[in-house]
């Protein structure tokens, strides 16, 4: 019996080749992998760098 976790479906998705979405803009594959979300390279620098 396996037990799947989290990240294992996560790096089973991607080793398949399926895509993570971007949790922000919905349009661009997902980067940035955290506790609460997914996030394309611009969305993450918008959120953490919010003074530019």
């Not at 399926?18 to 969305?43: H, M, T, W």
Request: with cysteine.
């Amino acid at each position: 019996m396996q037990i799947l976790t989290v990240e294992t479906e996560k790096r089973e998705g991607i080793a398949d080749g399926d895509a993570f979405v971007c949790n922000r803009c919905k349009s661009k594959p997902a980067e940035i992998f955290q506790v609460n979300g997914e996030y394309c390279l611009d969305c993450w620098q918008a959120i953490t760098h919010t003074n530019t």
